[in-house]
């Protein structure tokens, strides 16, 4: 059975182009992977003519209305009945499409995601996940912004959320869980974060939680996923943007101050290359908002062709592999044992008693 | 006059020898530098005995107590009473010296400082600053993990507290302020920075308040001063710690994998050298904190001698330029223009009904 996508062709700095050629290069690597387009024809159309192949296993919605970078969530909820990205949403929730992918404005697709797609039993929060690059390879990091104010409930959804997408992109089995805080003792954190992990160790819901950890565990690879609110989440991968770009500003500046340097960095051009390679956003495209009835994926707004494939390629293996079935199962187990702790604490202070 | 600076020689990882030798450094380079040394006397007695120029400027106290990595603050606050730690702060609160300076355990130390000093006339919360990299130099950065919930008020003291201690460091006149959030728009963000913002701008205490800022902005250079609760402050200062050391590790392992990226790192030597000095972490030790009653220095616990001398001349840079008084003199102004604006508030509200 193939694999259907729909996607906003109108969001993000290059669309249409980055989009439609990132599609093209997948129906030229899959067979089982179909598309619902959704755009302005007078924009997408030209692109479509160039990609036979694309054509033949897509199909082109036209829409009128395109929802910007600056336009308010509140502004997309009540309008842009036509537009691309709520014309996309709309097809996962009437069945016709598996998933949905938008590159455009995080806000709006986060408010109308939620609100046409609904959210899982038993997830209060959808979350934005995404990788992140460690020295021992990409780990899951969630939430990147979608939620500023979580309680410890929030923290164990998200931590089961992303076992289960971890459990799908890192092909791991049993994928280990840590809770970004100030300091990995016990008492370290705010209260939100110290009876979140109460709560993970007294229902032992997740099979391979490691504990609290710091900023600088997340480049460690310490643990596989990390957990975060919005708040945290975003500020922290903002932050490794940043510094990143901060030390290839530092060694360009360096290589150009004298022409044995520059000689050098010829010479290292495939070490330099490398690192380059380790860390292209790229490679880290693709950020889901799980906890969603239906899947939707976040493409980097600046993507590339690449980075665009990429975002397909997460689109599809979360589609494969079922992630929201997991998901429900585990937040069920995760409520059974949480009654059953609490039961059983019931009973151990009327033995007390 | 002489500055007269208070060591707890047995803090940090290398203690005392680091200590010893970062201040032998300072007698070389400044004649109006003294110190007060509090050790074990097995300990520092050898290594000062190297140094006759510290020796002639410095007096030593044996002290029977070392408060390590592992005590615990509240441990700190009760007991410990002939710790080097513990003596050296008191010698600030008697007026014995104008300063401290301390490598070991910061909860502890944090929490000494603040029952033995006490906050200054106005400020709720002391706060662990620091200077952190950026494009275009250095950049004062506060809370770095001193406070995890905090107030809008708090958030004010910080930004005034941090503008004193960029004047001082940075040498600014008039330093720019931004909030750490997760986006620039006025409406991002949680209750606490949304008060915060608009307190700064109807108070207009600030000379130059930006806003607020994201997490690539620190390493942009985007504000002087970036403005930040402990719990945010922390994260993404490990965050960059963190990303810093996995591009490098990126980058040996690279140059690693072939003969000629070796000969081209050979050649490149001086440039990956610019890179390293831009970033080295003794450059930025000495981590003040800010709004106690004297004046507290932390260097790192990790730090090398050029480190500590570094912690030494931030530490000499506050006692000349008096910073308490400047930070008093700005709390006292905002206080000012926080009632005027209330009653011209109430005015207006009077005026209205």
Do not use: W
């Not at 979350?127 to 309680?151: F, H």
């Not at 992109?169 to 869980?177: A, D, F, G, T």
């Not at 370290?188 to 600088?216: H, P, W």
Request: charged content about 20%.
């Amino acid at each position: 059975m193939s694999i259907r996508i729909s996607i906003d062709a109108m969001g993000g700095d290059q669309a249409p182009y980055v989009i439609i050629e990132g599609l093209a290069r997948i129906v030229e690597d899959f067979k089982d992977i179909t598309f619902q387009i959704y755009g302005s024809d007078a924009e997408v159309l030209p692109l479509l003519k160039n990609h036979q192949k694309l054509q033949s296993v897509s199909t082109f919605i036209p829409t009128t209305e395109i929802i910007s970078a600056d336009t308010k969530p509140s502004a997309a909820v009540r309008g842009f009945k036509d537009s691309s990205m709520r014309q996309a949403i709309m097809a996962v929730r009437e069945k016709r499409a598996d998933g949905v992918i938008s590159a455009g404005n995080t806000g709006a697709y986060m408010a109308l995601a939620k609100i046409i797609l609904g959210t899982l039993e038993g997830i209060d929060r959808p979350a934005i996940t995404g990788l992140v690059p460690s020295i021992v390879g990409p780990k899951v990091m969630l939430d990147l912004g979608a939620n500023v104010d979580v309680n410890p409930q929030n923290i164990i959804e998200f931590s089961l959320m992303g076992v289960a997408f971890a459990k799908i992109v890192l092909q791991l089995k049993n994928p280990s869980v840590g809770l970004l805080n100030i300091g990995s003792e016990e008492l370290k954190g705010n209260a939100v974060l110290q009876v979140a992990q109460q709560m993970l160790r007294s229902t032992k819901c997740l099979e391979n939680y490691y504990g609290f950890i710091e900023g600088d565990d997340i480049s460690k690879g310490t643990v596989d996923v990390i957990v975060a609110d919005g708040f945290m989440g975003n500020i922290s991968l903002k932050t490794m943007e940043g510094t990143a770009r901060l030390m290839s500003h530092f060694l360009r500046q360096a290589i150009e101050q004298s022409l044995l340097s520059k000689v050098g960095a010829l010479l290292a051009r495939p070490a330099l290359k490398f690192v380059k390679n380790k860390l292209d956003p790229s490679k880290y495209n693709g950020a889901p908002f799980l906890g969603l009835k239906g899947i939707a994926v976040k493409s980097h707004g600046g993507t590339d062709i690449a980075g665009f494939y990429n975002a397909v390629m997460v689109t599809a293996d979360m589609i494969r592999q079922n992630i929201n079935q997991n998901i429900s199962n585990m937040i069920l187990e995760f409520s059974h044992k949480l009654k059953e702790d609490e039961s059983s604490f019931h009973l151990s202070v009327k033995g007390a008693s």
